[in-house]
């Protein structure tokens, strides 16, 4: 029964019930929200593998730090508007970046 497994193993069986269908892009909304940290690390581990796979992700996150890690291109949005857009390399560079989401 799902109701009986923990926080990590529920999104991670989400995750699998999302990919059953087989499908070229992964949508997932805080996959992160409400669990240890080292299940934190666990998931974005699991969301990487499966891109490496093949299957493209569309990742909306809190977890900046985590997220950019992992990802391609980067969004960052404020307000319901994006105010920046581009390599997910880029919004480390900038100090209101750094400062706002990341703690740095």
């Known amino acids: 029964m799902a109701g009986t497994l923990s926080g990590g193993e529920q999104q991670m069986l989400a995750i699998g019930r999302g990919l059953m269908a087989r499908p070229r892009l992964l949508m997932l909304d805080e996959p992160s929200l ?3 940290p080292m299940l934190v ?8 593998e499966i891109n490496e ?3 493209d992700i569309l990742l909306v996150e809190q977890n900046a730090h985590q997220s950019l890690k992992i990802s391609r291109r980067a969004y960052l949005l404020e307000n319901g508007s994006i105010a920046m857009e581009g390599e997910a390399s880029r919004p480390l560079e900038t100090d209101y970046v750094k ?3 990341l703690g740095i």
Request: glycine share 12%; hydrophobic share 45%.
């Open 34 to 36: 409400g669990l240890a």
């Open 53 to 55: 796979q093949g299957v």
């Open 41 to 48: 690390l666990e998931v974005f581990k699991v969301i990487r």
């Open 99 to 101: 400062e706002s989401y």
